[in-house]
C-alpha cells in the first residue's frame, strides 16, 4: 500500500478526495444518494495512508457496502435520489440488499469519524488505540468471531500518529482543521442516517 506523501504540494490530503462530505447537498434531512456515496468512497484511500494491508478488509467491506447501494441506484434511479427514498423505495419490494449495505456503510464510517475525531482531540493517544477503542464501540458488537481478528489486527498495524499526520500536508495545522470540517460533516450526516436506519419505515 502507499507510503509516500497523500497529497499535492502545497496541499492536504483532503484535497485529493474526488467528494468531500463537506460538499454532500442534504435537503430537509434528505441525504444525497450519489455525493454520499463518492464522498464514503473517497474515505477508504485514508486507509491506503494508514500504509498497512491489514487495512485491505476494512477498506474492501466498506467498498463493498457502497456497492450494495449504488447497484439498488442504478437499478431505480427514480426512487434513488436521497438514501431515504432508496432505502423506503427498496424495502417495499421486501428486498433489503441496499439497506442492509448502508447500515454497515455507517457503522464503518461512524468506526472511521470516531478513530479520527478522538486521536485528533486527544495529541497524546497513538492511532491504535483511537482506531481498537473506535472500534469496540462501532463494529466490533456487531463481527463475527472470525471477524474480529481481522479487524484487530488492523487496529494493531496502525502507524505512529507523527508519522501518519506527516503524510496528510506539510502544515499540521491546515490539515488539522480541513479533517476537523470533514469529520463533522461526516458526524452530522452519521446522525441523520442512524436516527433514520432505526426508524420503522427503515426496518428490515
Known amino acids: 500500500m502507499a507510503s509516500t506523501n497523500a497529497y499535492p504540494p ?8 474526488k467528494k468531500s462530505f463537506v460538499d454532500v447537498p442534504v435537503n430537509d434531512g ?4 450519489s455525493e454520499f456515496l463518492e464522498a464514503a468512497e473517497s ?10 494491508v491489514a487495512f485491505t478488509p476494512v477498506k474492501s467491506d466498506m467498498l463493498g457496502n457502497v456497492k450494495k447501494v449504488r447497484d439498488r441506484q442504478l437499478a431505480a434511479p ?9 432505502v423506503k423505495a427498496e424495502l417495499a419490494t421486501k428486498k433489503h440488499v ?9 457503522r464503518g464510517l461512524d468506526f472511521t469519524a470516531i478513530a479520527l475525531s478522538q486521536n485528533i482531540e486527544n495529541t497524546a493517544e497513538e492511532l491504535s488505540a483511537s482506531f481498537r477503542a473506535a472500534y469496540g464501540d462501532t463494529l466490533k458488537p456487531h463481527h463475527s468471531f472470525m471477524v474480529k481478528p481481522i479487524f484487530s489486527a488492523a487496529m494493531s ?3 505512529y500518529r507523527k508519522d501518519f499526520y506527516v503524510k496528510l500536508g506539510e502544515d499540521e495545522g491546515k490539515v488539522l482543521e480541513g479533517l476537523r470540517a470533514w469529520l463533522g460533516a461526516l458526524k452530522s450526516l452519521i446522525a441523520i442516517l442512524k436516527t433514520f436506519l432505526a426508524s420503522k419505515e427503515a426496518k428490515l
Open 10 to 17: 502545497g496541499g492536504t490530503f483532503l484535497d485529493t478526495l
Open 30 to 33: 434528505a441525504i444525497a444518494t
Open 43 to 52: 474515505l477508504t484511500t485514508l486507509f491506503d495512508v494508514l500504509g498497512s
Open 78 to 86: 427514480g426512487d434513488s435520489a436521497t438514501l431515504q427514498e432508496l
Open 98 to 106: 441496499a439497506t442492509e449495505g448502508l447500515v454497515w456503510l455507517v
Open 157 to 159: 498495524a496502525c502507524p
